[in-house]
């Protein structure tokens, strides 16, 4: 007999499969009907391009909440750098106080890790005398030591730089330990990417618990801390312990998921910063958002319903 938290740890874990399922993704992309018609339910993601995500976050903006935003998931290391370069000098432009994040394979971590850390300190100055901070997502936890290693080579020459640490890998206390010294933000995430007992806790009570150590870990370290999840557990449990009431401490949610609860604990005088997604590849964010959160198929289902896409910023006051 299977209650709801083993069915939705399964359905979880077959998500996080069929993101990585190149086949059924070329599958999804290569069939119009079904492409338009899941491409209305990642509502996470503002647009195609970068021009969506500028005018997201101006309007959100606009409604007093703090703003980050991601790339373009692009292949090609050089076109990924490049687009980096454009949305830091566009939003610099503007004088926005924002985040910029991305992936080190992006810029170059798998064909080489200095190629990385050339292309990422490339951008830190580009973003230098500007209100942004740079700010690299975690990966599959095979990747781990070379984002670590390369953000920490960054990180000791600017201060602009953060790193994200996911809660469900047990070396994580450590690895928040050995970033004692660095000066950046420090987001905590649970972690999206299926990974093996031997490395990782399961979705239970025990990570949420991992996950409130953490962020009191970071704070006592001295760090600026985004909490970044949409468990209302996790966030109830955190304003109870009043870590949210810390100085540095920011709640972070991702754009069109759970907005009313976004907008509640904005209401109630809590930061929340909205994280931006933009361009072509929203499968992989979209499979990841539904495991990470299963009630978000409820959502997702109504959204591919409507007769026209919802605007998800219409949902934030």
Known sequence: ??????????????????ARRMDIKAYVEQSPLLYELLKKAALHVTGDSRKDGLEAGQRLTAKGYDIGENTVNTEECETATLELTALIDDLGGQGTSARVSFDLSHIGLLPEPELAYMNLVKLTERALGTELELFISMEESAKTEQILEVYKRAASRYPNIGITLQAHLYRTPDDLAALSASPGRIRIVKGAYQESAEVAISRSESLNERYLQLVRQALGDGHRVSVATHDERIIEEAIQRG??????????MLYGIRPELGSRLKSAGYPVQIYLTYGHEWYLYLCHRIAEYPPNLYRAVANMAESRRVDPVEAYV
């Open 1 to 18: 007999m299977h209650d709801n938290k083993d069915w939705e740890q399964q359905a979880a874990d077959a998500l996080k499969s069929v």
């Open 243 to 252: 870590l949210l009431t810390e100085h540095g401490a920011k709640l972070e």
